[in-house]
T-cell receptor
Framework: QQQVKQSPQSLIVQKGGIPIINCAYE??????FPWYQQFPGKGPALLIA?????SEKKEGRFTISFNKSAKQFSLHIMDSQPGDSATYFC?????????????FGKGTRLHILP | NAGVTQTPKFRVLKTGQSMTLLCAQD?????MYWYRQDPGMGLRLIHY???????AKGEVPDGYNVSRLKKQNFLLGLESAAPSQTSVYFC??????????????FGPGTRLTVT
């Protein structure tokens, strides 16, 4: 019940295309859903996050879509660029619980072709 | 602010040797974490700490020990290294806002090879 399932494992998209990465969770107590971006040789960094009280959140070219009833959320990258090539992790957690931890998906390696 | 720093950046150990990885953060964060990252496995939590003097086990704690004697430092120890511990290790720290949201800040990683 603590898992976050992420797909696909890897993705290749032409420049300008819209890669979509999907995640599903089981624990209905989760109420915070961040996405982290990791470039080769670097640590992950927060990209965008959403709470379940909204169905969509946009920050620049990055959009999270959230479906509470299906327990799924996804990351869309508009007008993708070669510089977006990275590994993306979705995650889920319960906010405010002192002993709680973020549960990460296994990651998606994204490559944007020039 | 340096954020989260890790030392060393690279290390090669022989089976059975011991070592300590140091993580330091200058953001006054309460929470600190140690993860390992292996191909296809994502980020797996080893141990974590919700405050100075406290530690707790994560998903894959066996073979590792930790200590949080100072709020800004979180140490990860390998008492007897095994080849299965070859991995990239990331330290992270986080805070909790009034609304409950929290972001994890990651260090640059330590690449450990055990031969």
């Amino acid at each position: 019940q603590q898992q976050v399932k992420q797909s696909p494992q890897s993705l290749i998209v032409q420049k300008g295309g819209i890669p979509i990465i999907n995640c599903a969770y089981e624990n209905t107590a989760f109420d915070y859903f961040p996405w982290y971006q990791q470039f080769p040789g670097k640590g992950p960094a927060l990209l965008i996050a959403i709470r379940p009280d909204v169905s969509e959140k946009k920050e620049g070219r990055f959009t999270i879509s959230f479906n509470k009833s299906a327990k799924q959320f996804s990351l869309h990258i508009m007008d993708s660029q070669p510089g977006d090539s990275a590994t993306y992790f979705c995650a889920a957690s319960r906010c405010g619980n002192r002993d709680d931890k973020i549960i990460f998906g296994k990651g998606t390696r994204l490559h944007i072709l020039p | 602010n340096a954020g989260v720093t890790q030392t060393p950046k690279f290390r090669v150990l022989k089976t059975g040797q011991s070592m300590t990885l140091l993580c330091a953060q200058d953001m006054n964060h309460e929470y600190m974490y140690w993860y390992r990252q292996d191909p296809g496995m994502g980020l797996r939590l080893i141990h974590y700490s919700v405050g100075e003097g406290t530690t707790a086990k994560g998903e894959v704690p066996d073979g590792y020990n930790v200590s949080r004697l100072k709020k800004q430092n979180f140490l990860l120890g390998l008492e007897s290294a095994a080849p299965s511990q070859t991995s990239v290790y990331f330290c992270a720290s986080s805070y909790v806002e009034a609304g409950g949201l929290y972001e994890q800040y990651f260090g640059p990683g330590t690449r450990l090879t055990v031969t």
